[in-house]
């Protein structure tokens, strides 16, 4: 059994990582990919039959590359006889970066460098570089001082199938288009003798690839060129085999394909170039095309169900975001018009131009064009109806549902790059609809196993800012319920998957206390780790969305460190420190109810075993009784506490003792972080200064969510003086 890597593009890992399986991988998903083990039947059926990976690498082999010397010696350690003859033809592709290598270019050239040493030396003569098609293909990942280098079994983007020879101005990617149909369940759809209808059709690639889809023809079944097939490891047989059973599946399925697939366009130059490639992929027989524009879309005869589906132009580098809402329009008015009972399935990246479809979606998925984040909106199409939530916002709703639009379009892409599923999209921005509004994207506990972006589902946490005595409680209360509609439009939420409470200022700051005891939760995705939270019973969810940040540095700085985190809660932190490559972590707090929480998130991520350590005490009893010395220590307290179980704490009293005990327990080279949400809190430089180094970093730590309460905490990073 091997390890390989499958890359594909962001949004697409959990439809990979259940295709990968379905070809006897062993399969987990990573960011932008999967990783998977299994013999090299197994790499070259991924070649071969996925429809969703951008390229399969193996790994060959991995090391510290905190230089150009490190990343030479760790290249020549290779035995390169074993995998390139020495007059082959070789490409290296570099990215990232690690510690001095900064460049790409420079990173593969010192790897070029170091295979075409040990060549020379071996058999005096060397591998020739040959950007296109060689024969060898390498791929080079540096980062945070480690460097991967892997074999390209590809050897060029998987999405190239071979059938494409024209393509328009704005082509959609094969295995984007692949990831569009599964979402959309096509295969389901097909089965139930529905047909698909592209009424944007462009280059065909929609419904090229759904007729392959549909006969079960390997995608790469028309490629002919592998990174592999120059490799010294190929078997030559084992890739015949695989690909003459292919071939013999591709043809049975094309002989028993329907003819149920139709695509229009209005650019006849299009309609041409569909044609051909049509006819390149062998589906020219099973397909209708038409010169037609998408406003006067109908029904295919003799279909009363099916798909309709197609990437049309949104604004991007097509089109006109000023003129492309009536062209929505009126491909929403053709589908409740003539599509009842037929699902659709739209991508575009403006939510503006989804909502000028007039169609409410069944579901959303991230998927990226490229560069380019879109949503992919499926729906059901239903007769129309008019009640209730669908009766028109009341101006005061309408200005909130605007002010989240606008909020969510801002924060689009920076949550995407951290990979954040939950975050604030409204936070009193109007004065007079006092409250915060949190979504949570996640799915029930007891899909853990199998729960992916499929079976996910937008919650939204919504926390009332008590009004004064001063405000009309009538006022009060119609305001509540239109930021409550605002919010359910604007985010497309239903009634039952919105939590609401108020939070309410009492002596002491606001409490972990109990709402309710349902005992719910959900499985959310932060940072590539999952978490558990609960949204009903307690104030607080479990976890702290303004400190997504300050938990990013904490994996930053774990690596190789024992970790104790203080006032643990949830050891949401802790989580982060192990997936830092921590040596151990320490999860303190009074509380058994978090320990355990935190345990489960621990987990839920992989970590357990003895190097994860959870401990039931008072904190400041803790670190002044306990002898083992840390390399990271985080520090997180509540602003008072006052539990029967253990002595009064005030953080703006007692942080500087606090601070100092944690000195105590730190070593000469490690580094405390310490954070709190109390807003007049003023940190007693002066009295740290005789312990500690500061360095303030509150500002860089506040997420651009948070970014209408800069003071809603603070965090400064101390090291030992």
Not at 17 to 31: I, K, Q, S
Not at 76 to 100: E, F, K, N, R
Not at 270 to 297: C, S, W, Y
Request: charged content about 25%; overall charge neutral; hydrophobic content about 40%.
């Amino acid at each position: 059994m091997t390890t390989f890597f499958a890359t594909c593009p962001k949004g697409l890992e959990y439809l990979l990582r259940d295709e990968l399986a379905a070809l006897g991988a062993d399969a987990h998903e990573a960011l932008a990919g999967v990783r998977f083990e299994g013999d090299l039947a197994c790499a070259y059926r991924a070649c071969l039959e996925s429809r969703l990976a951008s390229r399969i690498l193996m790994p060959l082999a991995e090391f510290d590359a905190p230089d150009a010397d490190a990343l030479y010696a760790g290249v020549q350690a290779v035995d390169w006889s074993s995998h390139i003859a020495p007059d082959a033809t070789l490409a290296i592709d570099a990215t990232g970066s690690s510690g001095s290598i900064t460049h790409s270019g420079f990173a593969a050239q010192k790897t070029k460098d170091a295979i075409v040493d040990q060549c020379r030396e071996r058999f005096d003569t060397r591998p020739s570089i040959q950007p296109d098609r060689p024969d060898v293909r390498l791929n080079l990942r540096l980062h945070k001082g480690r460097a991967t280098l892997s074999l390209d079994l590809s050897g060029e983007p998987l999405h190239r199938r071979g059938w494409r020879r024209e393509q328009g101005e704005a082509p959609l990617k094969e295995n984007l288009a692949c990831a569009m149909l599964l979402r959309a369940r096509w295969p389901d759809v097909y089965a139930q003798d529905g047909a698909l209808v592209d009424p944007m059709c462009g280059s065909g690639t929609l419904l090229i690839e759904a007729a392959w889809m549909a006969a079960d023809v390997a995608p790469a079944l028309q490629r002919d060129y592998f990174g592999f097939l120059g490799w010294r490891g190929h078997d030559v047989a084992l890739w015949q085999r695989l690909r003459e059973a292919a071939r013999e599946r591709a043809q049975q399925g094309l002989r028993k394909l329907r003819p149920c697939f139709f695509g229009s366009d209005s650019d006849p130059r299009m309609i041409a170039v569909a044609t051909h490639n049509l006819q390149t992929a062998g589906v020219a027989g099973f397909v209708t095309l038409d010169k037609r524009p998408a406003e006067h879309l109908e029904p295919p005869a003799g279909f009363v169900t099916g798909l309709v589906i197609t990437n049309p132009p949104y604004g991007e580098r097509m089109g006109d975001l000023e003129t492309l809402p009536v062209l929505y329009k009126a491909l929403g008015e053709r589908l409740r018009a003539g599509f009842t009972g037929w699902r659709a399935a739209v991508l575009t990246s403006e939510p503006e131009l989804e909502r000028a479809l007039g169609l409410r979606a069944d579901k959303h998925y991230a998927l990226f064009n490229g560069a380019l984040e879109c949503r992919l909106a499926v729906f059901d199409v239903r007769e129309p109806r008019v009640a209730g939530d669908d009766a028109p916002l009341s101006p005061g709703a309408e200005m909130v549902a605007n002010r989240i639009r606008k909020n969510l379009r801002n924060l689009r892409k920076d949550l995407s790059r951290h990979g954040v599923s939950c975050f604030r999209v409204y936070d009193a921005d109007l004065p007079e609809y006092a409250a915060a509004i949190d979504v949570y994207r996640g799915w029930p506990e007891d899909l853990a196993d199998t729960g992916d972006d499929a079976t996910a589902r937008t919650w939204l946490h919504v926390q009332e800012y008590a009004p004064p005595p001063s405000v009309d409680v009538n006022a009060a209360q119609t305001r509540w319920r239109d930021l409550l509609r605002a919010a359910r439009a604007a985010l497309e939420v239903p009634r039952e998957r919105v939590v609401t409470k108020t939070r309410a200022r009492g002596k002491g700051g606001s409490k972990y206390g109990r709402f309710a005891a349902r005992d719910e939760f959900l499985i959310v995705e932060e940072g590539g780790l999952r978490f558990l939270v609960n949204l009903h019973d307690r104030l607080d969810t479990g976890l702290f969305l303004d400190h997504r940040l300050a938990r990013e540095r904490i994996r930053e700085l774990a690596r190789d460190r024992d970790v104790l985190n203080l006032f643990a809660y949830t050891g949401t932190a802790s989580v982060y420190a192990a997936a830092g490559g921590a040596r151990s972590t320490t999860s303190v707090d009074l509380s058994q109810v978090y320990l355990e929480w935190a345990s489960r998130n621990l987990a839920l991520n992989g970590f357990t075993g003895t190097t994860q350590r959870l401990a039931q005490a008072d904190v400041q009893a803790f670190v002044n009784e306990d002898r083992t010395r840390y390399g990271l220590i985080y520090v997180d307290p509540p602003t008072f506490s006052n539990s029967a179980r253990a002595e009064d704490f005030d953080v703006q009293r007692d942080h500087v003792a606090l601070l100092e005990a944690c000195a105590r327990r730190l070593r000469d080279d490690g580094v405390v972080v310490f954070s709190n949400n109390y807003r007049r809190f003023k940190l007693d430089v002066e009295a740290l200064s005789r312990t500690f180094t500061i360095e303030d970093i509150t500002r860089a730590s506040v997420p651009a969510d948070f970014a209408r309460r800069p003071r809603i905490h603070g965090c400064w990073l101390l090291r030992k003086v």
